[in-house]
């Protein structure tokens, strides 16, 4: 034992410190507090990653949302690019065309891409996602402030639907207007 504190002696000699081991009471508060220190970041480290796991699964949602949206608009962007090719559309309307005003409404409009509602309707598939993406259309009426005159065609209003579903569904809605 002389041994060492002369050692320990000689280390303060150089301007080395020397620790010496807590004991009785010293001990237990020390130990005491490291195990405390420790359950608070095992508390803060789990409760981090379940935050950056629910982060993680909010930025996958917000790329499928946007995926669907985009693929939905651009299926009913190509709805309406056939519309506008079509030469007369009096004589010659697509079969993807409601032509009764009125006949879509919300829970028509799920039928109809569901395939089972009408006959004369049939949703079709988008180049973009023959698998994933339909569009189809409804005539809405005539325009509004569309004037009287017989002899003139009329200016009708078309609600163009575009859908995608691809780990959830978007429907967008476009306004067309075409006379005939």
Known sequence: MK???EWANAMNDYGLRTYRLPTGEDGYMALF????LLILLTIIGISASQVA???LAMA???VIHHRNFYLAEGAAMEAADRLSNTADLKADMPAWVETTVGALDYDSLRAYFAGGQ???VVSQASVLDLNRTLFLGAVEGTAAGEGLDPDRPKIRSIAIYGRCEWEG??????GYRAAY
Not at 33 to 36: D, K, L, R
């Open 53 to 55: 796991d629910t982060e």
């Open 3 to 5: 041994a060492a504190t």
């Open 118 to 120: 009408s006959t004369t």
């Open 33 to 36: 507090a490291a195990i405390a």
């Open 169 to 174: 569904v978007a429907i967008v809605k476009l």
């Open 60 to 62: 996958r949602n917000e």
